[in-house]
């Protein structure tokens, strides 16, 4: 039974780190996306940096 017990555990682990990988492959094509889109549109993204401003100020912790 605990044989069972911790192999399920060590599965667990396996997919939690293979799922973590992922994330931070997903994260890091995300922000080399946003460097692409920024350096390629300027001026669309000096104006989502305003935006993104104004949404931080506004917003209470």
């Given at each position: 039974?605990?044989d069972?017990?911790?192999?399920?555990?060590?599965?667990?682990?396996r997919?939690d780190?293979?799922r973590?990988r992922?994330?931070?492959?997903?994260?890091?094509e995300?922000?080399e996306?946003?460097?692409?889109?920024?350096?390629?549109?300027?001026?669309?993204?000096?104006?989502?940096?305003?935006?993104h401003?104004?949404?931080?100020?506004t917003?209470?912790?």
């Amino acid at each position: 039974m605990s044989d069972r017990k911790s192999e399920e555990v060590r599965e667990a682990r396996r997919t939690d780190a293979e799922r973590m990988r992922r994330r931070a492959r997903f994260l890091r094509e995300l922000a080399e996306a946003r460097e692409l889109r920024d350096r390629v549109q300027p001026r669309r993204a000096k104006v989502a940096r305003l935006r993104h401003a104004v949404r931080m100020r506004t917003f209470r912790w």
